[in-house]
């Protein structure tokens, strides 16, 4: 069992930037780590993914170049920084992890139903 727990949402201006954090607790080992966000209304969609030990990412291209994910070392948190966000990018952000042995670019890694574990989620509000 692993426990997962996002911390770090909250009230931002467009062309601010946040911090997620996510935590894991229990049985911690897994392969990869990912965020995900789900606006409402929407369907959950894949942010970003890293590899346990963190020297690996993935980006959904809508991320690229203003979302990064990061990990110090697999006993670390999983980290979203968020840069130039937009009312867009307003959504709950979870934070999940997956027992797959996959290339870090593999489509299966953008699969909700993949991951085993999930956070409650953390809100993002971006207002313009």
Known sequence: QVLLVESGGG??????????????????FSS?????????GKEREFVAAISWSGGNTYYADS??????ISRDSAKNPVYLQMNSLKPEDSAVYYCAAASLILPID?????RTGEYNYWGQGTQVTVSS
Request: aromatic share 10%; charged share 20%; glycine share 14%.
């Open 11 to 28: 009230l931002v201006q467009a062309g601010g930037s946040l911090r997620l954090s996510c935590a894991a607790s229990g049985r911690t």
């Open 32 to 40: 990869y780590m990912g965020w995900f966000r789900q606006a409402p």
């Open 63 to 68: 991320m690229k170049g203003r979302f990064t």
């Open 106 to 110: 593999s489509p299966r890694l953008r």
